[in-house]
């Protein structure tokens, strides 16, 4: 076994190399202006997907409410995870119900784009356990539709 290295061959932290409190203040206030400023953008971008999607559940057509707590409310979904590279857009995002939401979480329903419109178009949604499919339109392309024909 070999000898222990003397007390003054140890690694020491070098005086006067921590970054100054107020500059850690400053980049504090900076991370929260930040945060601040990319709320009120996610509050525009689900209002209008709440627009669009008529606060209507994509996956089961199911009527919710925004202050409706957990059983009725809305969740907005990303259709491509966040954490897979997903945007906050109105693009990737579509309203769910809470029991599509958890479903598609737990892996149980699956939901992809058919489009390269995004949620603006159709979405696929495919059951899991059942292996029943369905495609969703946001209710106001239906009505767009019907009015056409």
Same mark, same amino acid.
């Given at each position: ?17 921590? =970054?100054? $409190? !107020? ?7 900076? *991370? ?7 709320? @009120? ?44 590279? +997903?945007? =906050?857009? =109105? ?9 599509? !939401?958890? $479903? ?5 329903? =699956?939901? *992809? ?7 603006? +178009? ?9 292996? @029943? ?10 009505? $767009?539709? $019907?009015?056409?024909?």
């Amino acid at each position: 076994m070999p000898a222990p290295l003397p007390r003054s061959t140890y690694a020491r932290p070098v005086m006067g190399t921590a =970054t100054p $409190k !107020h500059k850690l203040r400053l980049r504090a206030e900076d *991370r929260y202006k930040e945060k601040l400023a990319n709320e @009120k953008l996610e509050k525009h971008i689900h209002a209008a997907i709440d627009q669009r999607d008529g606060l209507r559940c994509r996956a089961f057509q199911t009527k919710l409410s925004k202050n409706g707590g957990l059983m009725r409310g809305v969740q907005r979904h990303h259709i491509i995870f966040r954490s897979m590279g +997903g945007a =906050t857009t =109105t693009r990737n995002m579509c309203v769910l119900g809470p029991l599509a !939401h958890a $479903k598609i979480h737990a892996r149980r329903l =699956t939901c *992809r784009m058919m489009t390269n419109r995004g949620a603006d +178009g159709p979405l696929e949604f495919h059951d899991t356990n059942t292996g @029943k499919r369905w495609v969703s339109l946001p209710p106001n392309t239906v009505h $767009k539709l $019907k009015d056409q024909d």
